[in-house]
RNA sequence: GCCGAGAUGGUGGAAUGGCAGACACGCUAGCUUGAGGGGCUAGUGAACUUUAUCGUUCGUGAGAGUUCAAAUCUCUCUCUCGGCACCA
């Protein structure tokens, strides 16, 4: 009698055996191809959830299975360490930032080890490390000298919990995406990235296998529009500017403008307004001030405005249009400015109804009898009321309008965009500084990068304030200006957190590497990454961020590729009782129970079972026993002594097995590549299912059965690493499985001899006959209308076709 | 409102034009066993038929269509989830 699979015992014995052997260490000097699997790190929260699993394990037996094909795989793992969390966390405990994480990092790396995973831990990053961080800031400097960075007084996203200003990718629904608290808006002075400038880069995903969700979300969040910039006359003797500029996609509409709206922040509002609409601009814009982006976002808020007296001339027809401000005009995007045209746009035609304003038709709708809309058109038309256009289509009308005007001088054809540049200013403590110096003389000027790392000092007092902890620690701020050496103060403000992910995996190419934030040959030799897995949200954060680092960095020649990551997988999210899992909703599963309880194979397994893997679902562990009892039942077709070849002949043959065999190889071969776990855990159970009646049959001879165990041992390798090697362990095979080579299957040995023939009459089943595999048409249209079963169904009906496809069906059409 | 994904047994899901429900969970029965959601075997979409177990009909959110053939393709609609949302 054999002893019992026991998962406890196998595990913590072959992890420390292939931690010893340095099974999983990636070398740069590996001749053969690389292989850079990508899994997202963690955010160090403090203890891995089983959503964590989900991500990280289905990408180890990924990343296991490219290693058994033989390529040389670079599977690393770090730890996303700086942010609000640990600051929070750290004011609520009493305990400094840096010790709440480390210690979350010691725990969460110990829950990582218990996967089983390839990780190669020589290769860990850990962002609020001064070793990395220096880089982040060294990054900083370099976006600085390319010019990608500045610094502007602007109104910006606040969220009154975090005290500090978020990213536009960093409100979601108006909320923080990190809290939830709804946003408000500041002007503040703050550092920006030119992420604008790569605009058109960053919607573009040529040759990259990503999903098609996220690329349209990126596309997205670009948000290009093609459109004209045309500006209106401003005659005022005592307004210095004599035009406005405004941005439309629709300049044919231009001879239907019936007044113009200006974002309440828009400069020229305190310069136009006259004395008697003072007071009530004034108080419109203290309104929209304190409006939080929720309230003026929402859909029920109403469009209004107020007039401000004054009036810009529409040079195309010489008209005098009133000018409103209004808060649906957004200071951000376009101009500031929009001019309205009731007749064809939504928007206005509702503000025109509020206030009275004409409606005036220049694109006529089809079959227009010239009577009054009830609603805006916005289609395309002939135009009327366009002096010299009218007659014209809109679509011509519009290049010809845009012309008329770029011949004149008053505006261009141009492109706008919604996405606009990277905040990354923080007034909190747990970040990498800023790297910058406010000189009184010299102005602003960079840290030089023999000073890098700035450090972060450790006796901050880091409640939040509004205003950056390090304000207040003078041993840091009070420094010398690096280019005249005379008194000067070091900028305040950390950096988001999302900077130490936007580089974090060019780090892992050469961790340890001292010149440099990485090592150019070593990234040479790994990047980009083959593949990278991690959850979808980051869809325009970390993944847009990225990116853009990359093409940064591209364009510096210090990388020779402008996309870091090749292939794009989001695994789908566990919920819990269908909610996300959060400390906060106290709804968190952690795997730890599951896994000293059943192993960590099983629960490998398991997750890859339970659906497709993009898909997710709610976590619900009452199958998870099916898959322990499968690895039993492995355990014991492997293990427990078979002696074949009884029945000489009788039953399955050894062709049999042979076939399944190479059947299941190539099924579990495609199902890998294409990331279908669960079809291909299924694969391996009708598998081992199949050896079960083989071994119950008895008549296939002891060697051909081994080496089916052998080839079911192998294709399990990935998913239940631990098992796998126990099994080919105690089998007496040579150490170990994960160094042995991937199956491959013989088309040949693959097909069957006999298939069955599904026969339809009119399209239903009626029978189903076992021919052999490489029958004829003929003989398979005379099989089928032969059988008795088919006769049935047609005897005194009359054949109107018979259809043949080949090796699957007869379909026999009767009347 | 716009964009995207989806809806299949009691449950998770499989099948991407050709046998619907693979593979599991659960349940039922039997066997085994000293119990602790133990092991093994068989059955398990629904209805009908039948004390003949053979068969028939229906069935993939709803409705239409294309096709010899539709869960799969097309159109319309409903619902669920995710994203974006006054972008001029």
């Known amino acids: ?57 289905p990408s180890d037996v990924y990343a296991r299975f490219k290693c058994m094909q033989g390529y040389n795989v670079l599977h690393p793992m770090g730890f996303d360490a700086f942010g609000f969390p640990a600051e929070n966390a750290a004011i609520k405990r009493g305990i400094h930032p840096r010790t709440w994480t480390m210690s979350n990092i010691e725990n969460m790396r110990r829950q990582l080890k218990s996967i089983g995973a390839i990780y190669d831990w020589s290769r860990e990053v850990i962002t609020c490390e001064p070793e990395y961080y220096r880089w982040t800031q060294w990054f900083f400097l370099k976006l600085w000298e390319a010019g990608l960075t500045y610094r502007a007084k602007a109104p910006v996203n606040w969220c009154p919990n975090c005290q500090a200003v978020l990213a536009n990718e960093q409100v979601v629904n108006g909320e923080c995406w990190r809290c939830e608290t709804p946003v408000t808006r500041r002007d503040l002075e703050q550092w920006f990235f030119r992420i604008t400038k790569y605009a058109d880069e960053l919607m573009k995903h040529d040759g990259l296998d990503w999903p098609e969700r996220i690329k349209i979300m990126q596309a997205n969040w670009v948000g290009r529009s093609e459109g004209a910039e045309l500006s209106f006359g401003l005659d005022y003797p005592d307004v210095e500017e004599k035009e406005i500029r405004v941005f439309t996609t629709r300049p044919d509409t231009v001879f239907g403008v019936s007044f113009m709206a200006l974002a309440p922040e828009h400069p020229l509002v305190r310069k136009l307004t006259t004395a008697e609409q003072r007071d009530a601009v004034e108080a419109y814009i203290d309104k929209a001030r304190r409006r939080t982006e929720i309230e003026r976002l929402s859909a029920e808020h109403e469009k209004d405005g107020v007039f401000t007296g004054a009036y810009v001339i529409n040079r195309l027809n010489g008209e005098n249009v009133p000018i409103w401000i209004a808060d649906y005009v957004l200071a951000s995007y376009g101009t500031g400015a929009v001019m309205g045209v009731p007749a064809h746009d939504e928007r206005d035609f509702i503000f025109a109804g509020k206030y009275k304003l004409p409606v005036k038709v ?14 805006a058109y916005t289609g395309p038309g002939e135009m009327v009321h366009s002096d010299s256009f009218d007659g014209m289509p809109s679509e011509q009308a519009g290049i010809k309008i845009s012309e008329f005007i770029a011949r004149r001088g008053w505006g261009r054809r141009t ?18 500084p800023i790297p910058m110096v406010h000189c009184e003389k010299c102005g602003i000027v960079p840290v030089l990068e023999k000073d890098l790392p700035v ?28 280019q005249c050496g005379g008194a000067a103060k070091r900028e305040t403000d950390t950096m988001d957190t999302f900077m130490c992910s936007s580089w974090y995996f060019l780090r892992y190419a050469s961790p340890l590497y001292a010149d440099g934030a990485f090592n150019p040959d070593a990234v040479g030799k790994w990047l980009p990454a083959d593949i990278y897995t991690g959850g979808g949200e980051h869809a325009v954060m970390h993944l847009f961020y990225s990116r853009f680092f990359t093409k940064a960095l591209r364009d510096m020649g210090r990388l020779d590729f402008g996309e870091p990551f090749l292939r794009l997988f989001n695994q789908g999210t566990i919920t819990h009782d269908h909610q996300k899992m959060s400390k906060s909703k106290g709804n968190v599963v952690n795997p730890d129970k599951y896994v000293s309880a059943m192993g960590a194979d099983t629960v490998r397994a398991y997750l890859m079972f339970i659906g497709p893997w993009e898909q997710g679902g709610d976590w619900d562990d009452s199958g998870i026993y099916g898959l322990a009892r499968w690895l039993g039942r492995i355990w014991s077709l492997a293990l427990e002594p078979y002696e074949g070849g009884a029945c000489g002949g009788e039953g399955l043959s050894p062709k049999d097995l042979s076939r399944v065999t190479h059947q299941t190889i190539r099924r579990v071969t495609g199902d890998m590549e294409k990331l279908r776990f669960n079809t291909m855990i299924a694969a391996l159970m009708e598998f081992s299912n199949f050896l079960g009646k083989v071994r119950e049959n008895g008549s296939v001879p002891v060697e051909d059965y081994r080496e089916a165990v052998r080839v079911l041992l192998k294709l399990l390798a990935p998913t239940a690493p631990h098992f796998a090697e126990e099994v080919w362990a105690r089998l007496g095979y040579a150490y170990s499985i994960h160094n042995q080579k991937w199956p491959e299957w013989d088309a040949a040995l693959v097909e069957d001899e006999e298939i069955p023939l599904v026969v339809q009459v009119n399209g239903k089943l009626r029978d189903r006959l076992m021919v052999a595999a490489n029958i004829d048409e003929a003989s398979a249209k005379k099989l089928a209308q032969e059988s008795e079963k088919v006769m049935v169904y047609t005897a005194g009906k009359t054949v109107i076709q018979v259809v043949y496809v080949p090796g699957k069906l007869v379909n026999i059409v009767v009347k």
Request: aromatic share 16%; charged share 25%; with cysteine.
């Open 415 to 432: 492109v706008s965009y919604k996405l606009r540049d990277w905040l990354i200013s923080r007034q909190r403590y747990w970040g990498a």
């Open 1 to 57: 009698m054999i002893d019992k699979y026991n998962p406890s015992e196998i595990e913590a014995k072959w992890q420390q055996r292939w931690a010893d052997d340095n099974l999983y260490q990636a070398r740069d000097d590996d001749p053969r191809p690389k292989w850079y699997a990508l899994t997202m790190f963690p955010y160090t929260s403090g203890d891995l959830h089983i959503g964590h699993w989900y991500a990280m394990a």
């Open 455 to 482: 450090l972060l000092p450790e006796n901050a007092e880091f409640k939040p304030t509004g205003e950056s902890p390090l304000k207040y620690v003078d041993s840091f701020v009070n420094t010398v200006c690096p």
């Open 362 to 375: 220049v694109v006529a709708p089809p079959d227009w009898n010239g009577r009054p809309l009830a609603e």
